[in-house]
């Protein structure tokens, strides 16, 4: 599964810029990485998501 900043907000609320923000923070993390336009969770992201 992948995300953009525009289908979060539409889905979820806040502005785009909010969850940039929010998702730059979790690339820094090492939970997602930049697919394009896209994000995806890495290996670590799914760890703790399952």
Known sequence: MSAA????AREYGESQPTWTRELQALEEAGLIRKDGQKRRLTA???SFVS
């Open 44 to 46: 670590m992201g799914r």
């Open 5 to 8: 900043t525009s289908d979060l």
